[in-house]
Each structure stands twice: as structure tokens, then as C-alpha cells.
């Protein structure tokens, strides 16, 4: 057998038991001794049954002390149940639905061992559905650590374990080793073969976490030397040079308001970038409302200056369509001419807008994605800056790269991620921070409601209405589907709009409606003809109204606390205090953690740290939302320590061998090429 084989030539799985493998992307033998367990099961800790304490998961041994009993529930599960005894005590034992244990129980006089969680419901000791091995018997099943591994419906823990057994027994050819020796002795890695033998048979936890370690260790490494090696690539290239950037500060003059130290701090930094001809990939982070945009538009007021092209790309229209209103403000008055194209344009305004930005008469671009289409030819890009950064996938990145040269390019992001993330995920970037809000700003004020407590909460945002100020209602996703969460927020939009604010205007705001439908939506909302807008997360991104002093997130559990965050930077955008106000079910675990942090500060990066903490080992729902690349192995959170490491070695390496180009590296660097071109990533 071999590793490229199909997981079908393993016994015991037909077609239809490949399905299920396929649901955990388990196609050949080399991915299933990738599908790597969660954890072990303890199978060694043999007790008396004097000895046994509630709640804990042993195995004990011995001969049964009553025969087996057989009945039907009163709601019709088959219940077996049987008594056994060791000579310290007697333990219950009971199964549901499991009627092969009359067979496996046969011979009444035969010892055998049990394993589960012992509970005491009465005064002596029982097992729920434990795991049953007759002793001399010759199969294993107790006296080692088990590998759990993440599964799906219908496929069971034992399917997994005998395919992997049989896998690890018929194996003809050896994995390939990508770690060279001397770099696993620094680092006290064990080999390929042994770790991958190991993770799934070992003899110790020990044993269990060095091989663990191993392979978490090499896909990190993976990860770190491809994105080291994107920007290497990347800077060797040449741009256009800007520069006046001086001229900055005549634009800065006419703003009508002070730039925030740290925005000074950001434009000086990236001022520098655009001097020189390496091209620039700066990623900017700054919480919402810190003042990104001005940020972007100084740059961009540089280029448009010496005469060249800048575009700005925004992930939605309504986004986009604001920057633009913004920026042709700015722009104006200095006779740049500023133009968007947008989906849902008139095709005669479109092509007027494409003929300028080809003649070059248009210095400033804005728009979506369509930016990034085959029609849009650019006379002369030397800029491109990319906003909200984390909807869009690097591959979109690099495309509107590729309409220019090689544009200096800025990429801004309101998700702030944890410095040793952001070093993984954006390590092809040089990273600016803006971490001071503009002057005058009060923090929004944050609390959580309970059901009970809804007529308060209306007659709190009557009372902000009747200030003159504007509220969001948002409702969560109630699925994937953009459908079904359209009609919750149609629903919710007539409650209102009929019910407690049938005085005000209301509106409604979701992913469903023609982008001309949400523009005007947005914008009434934007003038002030409309008081309460209800929506779905499509406002998230960006959308920025002083005037709305209060947001309200229905069924708050269902959001992650980044999103919650980002919705919350949608208020306190003013000098009027804000608020939040979150409903919903809090329940008792994360979710009504989240809510508490949510509460205690409004800092986004503590708020993005306890968001990976709060998501917790194996749990990588959600990481998209960060941007975060799918790791197969291991965990940004509960592998940090593994992260850094391979930092540090990542970097040792390079400076050793630039291009990976010895050939200890040879198959380290085949590993990189096939991890970032299956990703649509940076190397190609
Ligand atoms: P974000 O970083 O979330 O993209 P924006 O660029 O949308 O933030 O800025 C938010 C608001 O703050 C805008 O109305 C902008 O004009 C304003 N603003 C930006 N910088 C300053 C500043 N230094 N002083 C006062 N207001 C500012
Ligand atoms: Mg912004």
C-alpha cells in the first residue's frame, strides 16, 4: 500500500463508508494518517472497584455477578444490564441500544475488563455503556492511550482507528522527510515516520505531545517561510518613486481638523515607503474610527500630485460609494479628478469612468471589486490601497496589484489581530498601527439586556430618537444562507416599523436588496431621513454615521466577538455618547462570556486576544473571519508557543540560505510551493 492510494483499498471501506472519510477530507492513505486525533483516551489506569470515585474514566476487571437482563424502555430504547464483581465490590453495568453485548457478555463464566466514566447513582459504583474486552482474548482494546480522532455522523471512532492500524501496518513507502537533521536535532524534533507512527499509537502522553509537536512544528515552519520568502520576493521588484511627499502637509492644513498623533506616526511611515522604489506592502491596523481613510488619502494626495493613479478598494458599495463621496471632498478642491465605478452603475456613466481612468485624466479610483475586472485599464497605477482587508482573500489582493507596475500597496484593517498573528498572516506586509482614536471621542458605553427588559430598551432609544439621534438594530445571521437571514431582518423591520416606533421612519438594510436599493437605504439613513435602521451584518463594514448614537444586536450568542466588536464601531462615531445594547441568550458559556468582555472594554486588541482564547483548542470556526489561514494540524492559540519557535527558526534559516536553494532545503521548499499554490496564496 501506498500513500497516494485510495482510502478504498483499506478493508472494511466500501464506497459508501468513503463518503464518509470524504466528509473530513480524507481521500487517500497519506490524509488519513494526517487526520490527526484531538486527543487519547486513558485506557491504562486499572482500579478495584473499591476504589472507584465519581466521575472518573478507568478500566476495571472481573467476572459477572448476575446474569444479563434485557428490557424496553418506556420510550422504547433496549436497555442490557448486569452486575460484575472483582472481590473488593460489585459494579452495576448498563448499555442502551446495544444488544451486540449479549454476545459479547456469552460466556458468563469468563473474566473480562471494563472501561468508561464511573457515576454513582445509588450507593455503589456504575458504568454507562462501557467498552467490554474478554481477557485472553489477543485483540487490545484496554492497557494502552486510545487516539480520538474528530469524526462525523455515521462514522465511528472505530472505523477511524482499525483504517489508521491498517494503514500504519500495510505501509510500503516511508513519508517524505522535510526537516533536515541538523535542524531537528537543535529543535528536538523526531523524524517523519516516527511521528506520524506515534501520534496515532503512543505509548505515553509524552510520546503523544513530541510527535504532536513535531508535525504542528513543521506546518508553522511551512507557513512562516512562505510568507518570509513572498515578501523577499516582493520587495526585489522595482516601483515609481514619490518624491514630494511633503506636499502631505498642505493636504493635512486643509483637513479642518488635527491628524491624530499616531495617524502622523502612519502617514510618516508609509511617506518613506513611497519614497523609494521598493514597492511598498504596508498593512495599516487601527480599530474602528481611529481615521484609516485620511490615512490612505494622504498617500494617494502624493501620487495624484506627481500625476500618477491611485485606486482604493472597498468590499462592499456602500463602502465604497462613501469613500468616494469622502474623497472627491478632499480631492476636489485641489482639481483631482476622483471617480468610482460600481456594479450597479448606468453603462454610460461606467464607460465615461473607464475612459478616464485609461486616458489617466482620473488620479483617484474607487471602488469594489470591479475594480479588479478585465475592463479596467489604468493608465498609470503607482498606488493601490485595499480597505478592510480581511473580506477580501490575498488572491484579490494581487490582482489589483497586478494592473500597475508594481503599485506601492496599503492595505487597512479594522480586525485587530494579536502581533504574532498578524506577523503569520501578514507577514508578507510591513505592519503600521494607528492606536489612538481622534480627540473627543467617548467610549461607547456597553450593556447586556435580558429579554425581561425589551421595554426598556425601546423606551431608552425613544428617548435618543426624540434627541435627534439615529439607531441600529442588527439581527444576526440566522444561517449561512443570505435568503433566510433577509426575511428574519423583513420581519423584525415590520415589528418595528408597525409596533413601538410606527411614529419614525424605519428602515431596512440586508444583503438580498439591488445594490441601488441599499445605496439609497443608506444613504436617507446617512441625511438623517431615516431613525432606526434595522440590518443585517452587511452595515458591519466600515459604515460610518455620527449621528446614530445607538446600536442594538439582537440574539447576541450567535455573534463572535470580533464581529460584535466591529458592530459596535459602527455608534461612538460622534461627540454624543453612544451605546451598545446587546440582547439575547446568554446561556452560561462563551457566549455570555464574550458579552462580559464586550462589556469591560472596548479596546480591539484585548478584544481580538480573548476572542482566539475564547474559541479554545480544536475550535477553528471563525478564523475566516480573521483572515487566519486553515491549518490542519495546529492551533494559533493553544500552539502560540510552537508559533513563536518557528518564527525564530524561520528566520534563522533564511538568513542562512535566502531562497531555500541548498539541498538539505530541496524538500522543505517543494512543502512551501504545494502549501501556497493550494491556497491560491503568495508565492505564485
Ligand atoms: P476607520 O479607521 O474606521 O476607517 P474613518 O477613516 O472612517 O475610520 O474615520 C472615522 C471618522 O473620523 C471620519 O468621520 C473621519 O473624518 C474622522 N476623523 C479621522 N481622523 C480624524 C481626526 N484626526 N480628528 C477628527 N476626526 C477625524
Ligand atoms: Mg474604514
Known amino acids: 500500500m501506498r500513500l497516494s492510494d485510495n482510502i478504498q483499498y483499506l478493508k472494511g471501506i466500501g464506497e459508501k463508508r468513503a463518503e464518509l472519510f470524504h466528509r473530513l477530507g480524507i481521500f487517500t492513505v497519506r490524509d488519513l494518517l494526517f487526520h490527526l486525533p484531538r486527543g487519547l483516551e486513558d485506557r491504562t489506569n486499572l482500579k478495584n472497584v473499591s476504589e472507584l470515585i465519581d466521575g472518573e474514566t478507568v478500566c476495571v476487571k472481573g467476572i459477572l455477578s448476575s446474569g444479563l437482563r434485557k428490557f424496553r424502555a418506556r420510550n422504547g430504547t433496549w436497555v442490557l444490564q448486569t452486575r460484575m464483581s472483582d472481590g473488593t465490590g460489585i459494579m452495576q453495568l448498563t448499555w442502551f441500544n446495544a444488544l451486540y453485548v449479549e454476545n459479547t457478555l456469552a460466556d458468563l463464566d469468563a473474566e473480562y475488563t471494563f472501561f468508561g466514566k464511573v457515576s454513582y ?158 514597492p511598498m506592502s504596508r498593512l495599516v491596523q487601527g480599530d474602528v474610527g481611529s481615521g484609516k481613510t485620511i490615512v490612505a488619502a494622504a498617500a494617494m494626495f502624493a501620487a495624484a500630485r506627481e500625476g500618477h493613479q491611485s485606486a482604493m478598494m472597498a468590499p462592499t458599495e456602500i463602502l465604497a460609494e462613501q469613500h468616494y463621496k469622502n474623497l472627491k471632498n478632499y480631492f476636489e478642491p485641489w482639481g483631482i479628478k476622483t471617480v468610482l465605478l460600481s456594479g450597479g452603475q448606468k453603462a454610460a456613466e461606467r464607460n465615461h469612468n473607464l475612459k478616464a481612468i485609461e486616458s489617466g485624466e482620473a488620479k483617484i479610483i474607487v471602488g469594489t471589486h470591479a475594480i479588479i475586472t478585465e475592463k479596467v485599464r489604468f493608465d498609470d497605477l503607482v498606488l493601490s490601497v485595499t480597505d478592510e482587508q480581511h473580506r477580501f482573500g490575498v488572491s484579490q489582493r494581487s490582482r489589483l496589484t497586478d494592473k500597475g507596475a508594481h503599485p506601492h500597496t496599503l492595505v487597512m484593517t479594522a480586525t485587530p489581530i494579536p502581533r504574532t498573528l498578524s506577523l503569520v498572516i501578514y507577514g508578507d506586509l510591513d505592519i503600521s498601527v494607528i492606536d489612538e482614536l481622534p480627540p473627543g471621542r467617548k467610549p461607547v458605553k456597553t450593556v447586556m439586556l435580558s429579554e425581561a427588559q425589551r421595554g426598556r430598551l425601546y423606551s431608552f432609544v425613544r428617548s435618543e430618537l426624540s434627541k435627534g ?147 479554545g483548542p480544536g475550535d477553528f470556526f471563525g478564523t475566516k473571519q480573521h483572515g487566519l489561514p486553515d491549518m490542519k494540524i495546529g492551533n494559533f492559540f493553544t500552539d502560540m508557543d510552537i508559533l513563536r519557535e518557528t518564527r525564530g527558526t524561520a528566520e534563522e534559516i533564511l538568513a542562512e540560505d535566502k531562497m531555500l536553494s541548498s539541498k538539505k532545503y530541496a524538500q522543505l521548499k517543494k512543502s512551501i510551493t504545494e502549501n501556497f499554490s493550494r491556497s491560491g496564496n503568495i508565492l505564485n
Not at 505 to 534: C, N, P, Q, W, Y
Request: charged content about 25%; aromatic content about 6%.
Open 469 to 615: 439621534r439615529q439607531a441600529y438594530f442588527v439581527c444576526a445571521l440566522v444561517d449561512d444562507s443570505d435568503a433566510v437571514s433577509a426575511k428574519a431582518a423583513s420581519e423584525y423591520y415590520k415589528k418595528l416599523r408597525d409596533g413601538v416606533f410606527k411614529d419614525k421612519t424605519v428602515g431596512l438594510l440586508h444583503g438580498r436588496m439591488k445594490s441601488f436599493e441599499k445605496e439609497s437605504v443608506m444613504r436617507s439613513f446617512a441625511e438623517g431621513r431615516i431613525d432606526v435602521l434595522v440590518a443585517t451584518t452587511v452595515i458591519e463594514v466600515g459604515v460610518d454615521v455620527p449621528n446614530a448614537t445607538v446600536m442594538v444586536i439582537e440574539n447576541t450568542e450567535r455573534f463572535g466577538l470580533s464581529q460584535l466588536h466591529q458592530l459596535r464601531g459602527r455608534v461612538g462615531r460622534g461627540a454624543a455618547q453612544s451605546y451598545c445594547i446587546m440582547l439575547g441568550n446568554a446561556g452560561s458559556g462563551i457566549a455570555r462570556e464574550r458579552m462580559k468582555v464586550m462589556c469591560e472594554t472596548n479596546d480591539g486588541f484585548k478584544i481580538a486576544e480573548k476572542d482566539l482564547e475564547l474559541r
Open 121 to 278: 447513582r445509588t450507593m455503589s459504583p456504575e458504568m454507562v455503556n462501557p467498552i467490554i474486552e474478554r481477557s485472553g482474548g489477543g485483540s487490545s482494546k484496554m492497557g494502552r492511550l486510545v487516539p480520538v480522532y474528530p469524526a462525523t455522523a455515521g462514522l465511528k471512532q472505530k472505523n477511524i482507528r482499525d483504517a489508521v492500524a491498517q494503514a500504519l501496518a500495510g505501509l510500503s513507502d516511508g513519508m517524505t522527510e522535510s526537516l533536515p537533521e541538523d535542524l531537528r536535532q537543535k529543535y528536538g524534533l523526531i523524524g517523519i515516520d516516527e511521528a506520524i507512527r506515534s501520534v496515532h499509537m503512543p505509548e505515553s502522553f509524552d510520546d503523544f505531545n513530541n510527535a504532536r509537536r513535531r508535525l504542528v512544528f513543521e506546518e508553522f515552519l511551512v507557513l512562516q517561510l512562505g510568507v518570509s520568502m513572498a515578501k523577499q520576493i516582493s520587495k526585489s521588484a522595482k516601483s515609481v518613486r514619490i518624491n514630494n511627499v511633503k506636499c502631505i502637509a498642505e493636504f493635512a492644513a486643509g483637513l479642518g481638523f488635527q491628524l491624530t498623533g499616531a495617524q502622523k506616526r502612519v502617514i510618516n511611515e508609509i511617506a518613506a515607503d513611497l519614497k523609494s522604489d521598493v
